[in-house]
Nanobody, 117 residues
Framework: VQLQASGGGLVQAGGSLRLSCAAS????????IGWFRQAPGKEREGVSY????????FYAGSVKDRFTISRDNGRNTVYLQMNSLGPEDTASYYC???????????WGQGTLVTVSS
């Protein structure tokens, strides 16, 4: 059971990145998926969530209208499209799969996003 986050990198302010969170060993369609981020010296914060069917989404105020979360259950992958990036978005980004019914809470390793000004 594993989540693999990828897509991070170095980008200039105003640029875009798309993060991917791929699952192996289990199917994501039974899980709520969240993206979190942690900047140096700061606590981990929730960025965005998407429900099992993709019909419900949530965005933190700091990323609303700039980030878009989506899921492709056929590919067993969740995406986070990040536009208009700024230095304040610099952080390690983590994906999480949670199922209350199953009692599962799975974390992927982080992918580093660095935004230069």
């Amino acid at each position: 059971v594993q989540l693999q986050a990828s897509g991070g990198g170095l980008v200039q302010a105003g640029g875009s990145l798309r993060l991917s969170c791929a699952a192996s060993g289990f199917t994501l369609d039974e899980y709520t998926i969240g993206w979190f981020r942690q900047a140096p010296g700061k606590e981990r914060e929730g960025v965005s969530y998407i429900g099992r069917s993709g019909g419900s989404t949530f965005y933190a105020g700091s990323v609303k209208d700039r980030f878009t979360i989506s899921r492709d259950n056929g590919r067993n992958t969740v995406y986070l499209q990040m536009n208009s990036l700024g230095p304040e978005d610099t952080a390690s980004y983590y994906c999480n799969a949670r199922s209350i019914a199953r009692g599962d809470d799975v974390w992927g390793q982080g992918t580093l996003v660095t935004v230069s000004s």
